[in-house]
């Protein structure tokens, strides 16, 4: 059973007992739908104060969050929700790997049969999960004390027909198109549903979004002044397919074009001013080739803007040009303390950036990895599923440790020219809690 988890640090773990009261008194019967956290509370008698709701898909959770969002008395002490599908794993799609049993026992075989059939079964069950673009417009303006909302869609990008047999689902059809609702965007819902209730929020975090819902940014003054408390950014869009594709051959494409130029994400990155965490990426669903194509997505950010409390930068799978990226450096090197590149094309000459960088910038953290090739000094996008060799995750630590500590770089003009063709793996995860 999951008895939840604390989230102050300086609090013990509460007995099971205490957690079945407290999912008593929320109404919430099943303590293993939920996992629970409160930051403080009063005695046992009293109202619990509910801080951190965690919300797994399936069709217990989606009623009972409803019933929770209805009772005003409970709900406006929530103040941060994560709501996460089940995952759906590449070794669920495809028929039985019967070659992968090689024993002539037929009861091992029939046990290896009957549980892949169960993760057939637990597959199909995943993709039965509560369409959120419903629940946030129910749910969401109920919630007046809201300041976190963190959308994990990662478990709706395992689809891959590397592992199994080619199937028609993909994030696109779980997140952007939602069974027949193809204006039915994650942001979009997310953004109304905000505006309904004039919640502010400090904490906004989706994961592998469908690429078009950059173009649901909010833009106008009302839908920014919603923003202006937020303190931690972070937004992973998945652009399927986009490599494929070149300006006039699909009119989606040039329209997601035109959004990028028109400066959509700047003009919503500038509307933040209490800033703290912000990372951008940009993932494909294709493990076999680049995640996204050199000139389709460019700089992020216009020059000379400044966000006074950032302290920590990442960015993932898009164009970099140096003078803008340094120029960011620069203006934040008096806060800046984390910063992340992966899968990041960089113009210019990268080990003396690396040497600019690490000069101006006090850094407690930094991890810098992707496809380093010799093409022209640019960085390349490698998307490869398979585990990432020894080799390439110990340029990975070096790199921090010359970062951080001044031990040699491992990136040098020799090494661009003579050494493999990708120095280190551009496979990237996102975790958040």
């Known amino acids: 059973m999951d008895t939840g988890h604390m989230v102050h640090p300086g609090l013990t773990s509460l007995p099971l007992e205490l957690w079945l009261t407290i999912c008593s008194f929320l109404d919430l019967s099943d303590a293993a739908s939920f996992r629970l956290a409160c930051r403080t509370f009063g005695d046992i008698g009293a109202p619990a104060v509910l801080r951190l709701l965690i919300v797994h898909a399936t069709a217990d959770d989606d009623y009972r969050l409803r019933a929770l969002a209805s009772n005003p008395a409970k709900a406006k002490y929530l103040q941060s929700l994560i709501y996460t599908p089940k995952p759906v794993r590449k070794h669920w799609i495809g028929d039985w790997p019967a070659g992968h049993v090689l024993s002539d ?38 919630l007046p004390g809201l300041r976190s909302v963190i959308i994990n869609c990662e478990g709706w990008h395992q689809s891959s027909n590397r592992y199994g047999a080619r199937e028609r689902y993909t994030p696109l059809t779980l997140i952007h198109r939602q069974f027949g609702k193809p204006a039915s965007r994650v942001l979009a819902v997310l953004l109304e549903a905000l505006e309904d209730n004039d919640t ?88 076999n080739g680049p995640g996204v194509s050199e000139g389709w997505l460019r700089d992020v950010m216009r020059p000379g803007h400044h966000w006074p409390h950032l302290t920590s930068l990442s960015f993932g799978g898009m164009n970099l040009t140096r003078s803008l990226f340094m120029d960011i450096l620069a203006r934040h090197k008096d806060t800046l303390r984390r910063l992340e590149l992966f899968s ?21 953290d930094a991890t810098i990895w992707g496809g380093l090739c010799c093409d022209e000094g640019r960085w390349r996008i490698l998307d490869h599923p398979e585990p990432v060799p020894d080799g390439r995750e110990n340029v990975v630590h070096a790199i921090r440790r010359y970062m951080l500590h001044g031990d040699p770089c491992p990136i040098t003009d020799r090494s661009m020219l003579s050494g493999p063709r990708e120095l280190f793996g551009a496979s990237r995860g996102s975790c958040w809690y």
């Not at 937020?230 to 329209?255: K, M, S, T």
């Not at 003396?352 to 101006?360: I, V, W």
Request: hydrophobic share 40%; charged share 20%; proline share 7%.
């Open 200 to 287: 502010k929020l400090e904490t906004l975090k989706a994961g592998r979004l469908d690429w078009r819902s950059i173009g649901d940014l909010p833009r106008t003054p009302v839908q920014l002044g919603l923003f202006s408390n937020l303190a931690d950014l972070n937004l992973h869009f998945c652009v399927c397919g986009i490599h494929r594709y070149r300006h006039g051959e699909r009119p989606d494409l040039v329209e997601y074009a035109r959004q990028t130029e028109a400066g959509m994400l700047p003009t919503f990155l500038e509307a933040l001013p209490r800033l703290r965490a912000l990372s951008i990426a940009f993932c494909s669903m294709f493990p």
């Open 344 to 364: 990041v094309w960089l113009d210019g000459h990268w080990p003396s950036t690396l040497a600019e960088m690490r000069k101006m910038l006090t850094l407690e």
């Open 105 to 142: 026992d037929g009861l091992v075989r029939q046990q290896a049969y009957t549980k892949h059939q169960q993760l057939r079964d637990a597959h199909a069950d995943a993709q039965s999960n509560p369409l959120i673009c419903d629940l946030i417009p129910d749910v969401l303006p109920n």
